[in-house]
């Protein structure tokens, strides 16, 4: 199992990715904006040419963690901009987790296969935490 902080913006996360790279010389290991992504992952058709420039997905590695980052289309309400991604070994430990956290909880994004997840969904609690539960492609 893999822990990843994801750290979710609203529109500006081109700019804290390079703040971050300077602070902590961090190294960008991936960036993908909306425009480019899998249109199977996501339907583009209704954003604005700003939001189709908008981060879709980065990796940073800072020291020696990985950390996520993404601008999302809609506001994003305080507290809700940083989850945590559990990267499972199988499908089976996702979706386990993800009945256990679901309970009082909202669903984000619900059950899904994605390019680069065989199984991802994204939920809040019922104590309000954010959590992204996956398996990653390999």
């Given at each position: ?15 804290a990715l390079k703040l971050y790279q300077k602070a902590f010389n961090g190294n960008l290991i991936m960036l993908m904006h909306y425009k480019d ?102």
């Amino acid at each position: 199992m893999i822990v990843t902080p994801n750290y979710h913006f609203n529109g500006n996360c081109e700019e804290a990715l390079k703040l971050y790279q300077k602070a902590f010389n961090g190294n960008l290991i991936m960036l993908m904006h909306y425009k480019d992504a899998n249109p199977r992952d996501i339907c583009i058709e209704g954003l604005s040419d700003r939001e189709k420039n908008y981060v879709y997905h980065a990796e940073m590695v800072i020291g020696t963690q990985r950390f996520m980052f993404s601008d999302d289309t809609d506001e994003i309400p305080k507290g809700q901009s940083i989850s945590i991604v559990i990267t499972f070994d199988c499908s089976s430990d996702v979706k386990n987790a993800y009945n256990i956290l679901i309970d009082g909880g909202m669903v984000l994004h619900p059950l899904r296969e994605t390019s680069y997840s065989s199984c991802f969904v994204s939920l809040i609690d019922k104590f309000g935490m954010r959590w992204e539960l996956m398996t990653e492609n390999k």
